[in-house]
T-cell receptor, first 115, second 112 residues
């Protein structure tokens, strides 16, 4: 089945220790997104790629970086995690941009714990 | 600035009842209005979506009602089942953009 896969599902890191979360997709979609979701809140968009075109949200901290080496893979790097970065990180894809990107396919998420 | 406001934050409904979730938006440039369903420990999944030139859309037990003049839309879950217990997010997207603006979410609990 075509899907969005996130690894690992659970990640524990230490305060200040860099961590990388990965996302892969078999849908061959052009657009990939990274969201941060904290408990009882809506997903918050961090950034997205339209093909190789990177789009950063204005309020995304510099601590968060992303890479998309090819269509299928996208990585979220947190350079110096703080306690406030503990959250669920969701990867999503959409086939195309524009209004039809309302149809997004989400992965199961990576639960990040910062100790 | 929260551009999509969702209410209630939570609701409890008996099995077989109707769950109603309301959303209001501010930006008239929004072009699609989807609803996402999220179960604990899972990513959100698209449930149903509507364009602003349509007043109602129904898929199975789920219906979106849309009031363009009032800038409001709502999700009705008919014959609610315990398996519908989840968090529901309304959202909106602009024709010129690639990103969803989410409402705050509603946690629905359907009691058997």
């Amino acid at each position: 089945d075509a899907m969005v896969i996130q690894n690992p599902r659970y990640q524990v890191t230490q305060f200040g220790k860099p961590v990388t979360l990965s996302c892969s997709q078999t849908l061959n979609h052009n657009v990939m997104y990274w969201y941060q979701q904290k408990s009882s809140q809506a997903p918050k968009l961090l950034f997205h790629y339209y093909d190789k075109d990177f789009n950063n949200e204005a309020d995304t901290p510099d601590n968060f970086q992303s890479r998309r080496p090819n269509t299928s893979f996208c990585f979220l790097d947190i350079r110096s995690p703080g306690l406030g970065d503990a959250a669920m990180y969701l990867c999503a894809t959409s086939r195309e941009g524009g209004p039809l990107s309302y149809e997004q396919y989400f992965g199961p998420g990576t639960r990040l714990t910062v100790t | 600035q929260q551009q999509v406001k969702q209410s209630p934050q939570s609701l409890i409904v008996q099995k077989g009842g109707i769950s109603i979730i309301n959303c209001a938006y501010e930006n008239t440039a929004f072009d699609y209005f989807p609803w996402y369903q999220q179960f604990p420990g899972k990513g959100p999944a698209l449930l149903i979506a509507i364009r602003p030139d349509v007043s109602e859309k129904k898929e199975g037990r789920f219906t979106i009602s849309f009031n363009k003049s009032a800038k409001q839309f709502s999700l009705h879950i008919m014959d609610s089942q315990p398996g519908d217990s989840a968090t529901y997010f309304c959202a909106a997207i602009r024709a010129a953009g690639n990103k969803l603006t989410f409402g705050g979410g509603t946690r629905v609990l359907v009691k058997p």
